[in-house]
Every structure is written in structure tokens, then in C-alpha cells.
């Protein structure tokens, strides 16, 4: 059973009518966020318990759930075949391990209007409490698609008529500078590693994020946000 700590995750799965077991509010907290809260409860039919502060933390394991925690049926990830015919952007994480990392990559891909992100099935960080958090309700709008192998899927996408490009600190072109195609991929590496060698060699350019400091990369998911936002502001422009 999964467990969602905090306003906005709890709240999004509320608007989103995701099944809930129920929602449990500590006492004595308080507020218009949680208010807001317990009244989407009662539109859906979600139970509504009010607990001692401690069971939230036992049942959160954190204590940052912001007074509030629900209990529900586990998030299901999506299938790639339902998302690829209908969407322009395509995000691909090649390993991001850490959850607060994806759960950013999901929240700024959403404001975006990326289609779906995509994580590995191995070594790579998955949809967890944690994750749901830093999503802040993002992951109840946003699909996310588990693939096994993530060259494989690269290949197949480019079969779809995608166009892949894979951010690296030696790509040819920089992020400012790409026309983005109508179908597009964007592949960001995991923390620390960047792309795998075979990754790289399944895209079909290289872009990079050009550095005025002597840090030689960013964090995954500023990165993102970057070459995300740019692709945005080009296909507003064409638009």
C-alpha cells in the first residue's frame, strides 16, 4: 500500500481521483490547506481520520508530512504504447538514482507539457513516497513509463518518428541553439555518471549546457529544467 505524505501530493490525488483508503490529519493542526483537503476528501468519499501527531510520523517515517498522510493504492506506471502516438515531448532518465532528483525531473517535465517521463527499471530511482513529495502532485498528471532497457527504447522511439538528443558536457550543439523537431526526446544522464556510452551512441545528437564558471555540470534536475523550458520557449515561438 503506498503511503503520500503532504499538502500538494495528497491534495493532486484528491483533484486527480486516485483511490484512497483514507486520509489521516494530525490533531490539533490546522490552516486552509488542510482544510481544503478535508473538503476534497468528503467530494470523493475518502474517509477522514484525525490521529495524534507521533502515528503520522510512525506511519510516514518522516517527520515532514506537513500534518497530514494518506493511504492508498500503489501508483501504477504507464505504458510507453499509449503515450508515444500522442505526445511532442518525450523526457528519458538514464539512471537518475536519487528520489528527490526525480521527483523534481517530474514536477518541472509537467510545467513544461512534456508527454511522459521515462526512468530505468534497474539502478535507477522509483516512484516512492519520496518521490511523490518532491513531485509536489506533479505524478498525479504526469505519466511515468518503467523501461527495461533504456537503448532499446531509444531505438524504438526513433521507429516512431522521434528525434533523440542527449544532453552531455561535449555534446556539438548547445541547448539555446537546437530547432526542436515536432517529436522530440530529451535523455539526461544519472547524477555524477552522465549517459551511458551505448545511450549516447542511441541518440541522435548531443547537445550541452555551455559554463561560464569552473563547475563543469549541474545538478539532473536544474539541467532538466534548462533545456526543458528552452524547448518550450521554441515550440511556443513556432507555434
Known amino acids: 500500500m503506498a503511503v503520500l505524505i503532504g499538502v500538494h501530493p495528497i491534495a493532486e490525488a484528491l483533484r486527480a481521483k486516485r483511490p484512497l483508503e483514507r486520509i489521516l490529519v494530525a490533531r490539533g493542526a490546522g490552516g486552509h490547506r488542510l482544510q481544503e483537503i478535508i473538503d476534497l476528501a468528503r467530494g470523493t468519499g475518502t474517509p477522514v481520520r ?15 508530512h ?15 504504447e499509449e503515450i508515444a502516438p500522442t505526445t511532442e515531448l518525450l523526457v528519458v ?15 518541472t517535465a509537467h ?20 518521490v511523490a513529495k518532491a513531485a509536489a502532485g506533479a505524478l498525479e498528471h504526469l505519466p511515468v513509463v518503467r523501461a527495461v532497457n533504456i537503448s532499446q527504447t531509444l531505438r524504438s522511439l526513433k521507429q516512431e518518428g522521434y528525434f533523440v538528443y542527449g544532453l552531455d558536457e561535449k555534446g556539438d550543439q ?4 537546437v530547432d526542436w523537431p515536432e517529436r ?46 528552452a524547448w518550450r520557449s521554441r515550440r511556443a515561438e513556432k507555434s
Open 93 to 107: 532518465l538514464d539512471g537518475v538514482e536519487d528520489p528527490h532528483n526525480l521527483g523534481a525531473i517530474i514536477r
Open 174 to 177: 548547445t541547448f539555446d541553439s
Open 184 to 229: 522530440t526526446v530529451i535523455v539526461m544522464g544519472a547524477e555524477g555518471k552522465g549517459l551511458h556510452d551505448l545511450v549516447k551512441k542511441n541518440c541522435d545528437a548531443l547537445v550541452r549546457i555551455p559554463m561560464a564558471g569552473k563547475i563543469a555540470s549541474l545538478n539532473v534536475s536544474v539541467a532538466t529544467g534548462i533545456v526543458l523550458f
Open 66 to 80: 506537513q500534518g497530514v498522510v494518506a493511504l492508498g493504492a500503489e501508483k501504477k506506471y504507464a505504458e510507453l
Open 111 to 130: 510545467a513544461a507539457g512534456a508527454g511522459a517521463v521515462i526512468i530505468a527499471e534497474r539502478r535507477a530511482a522509483g516512484l516512492t513516497e519520496t
Open 50 to 64: 484525525f490521529e495524534d501527531r507521533g502515528a503520522l510520523d510512525r506511519l510516514a517515517g518522516v517527520k515532514s
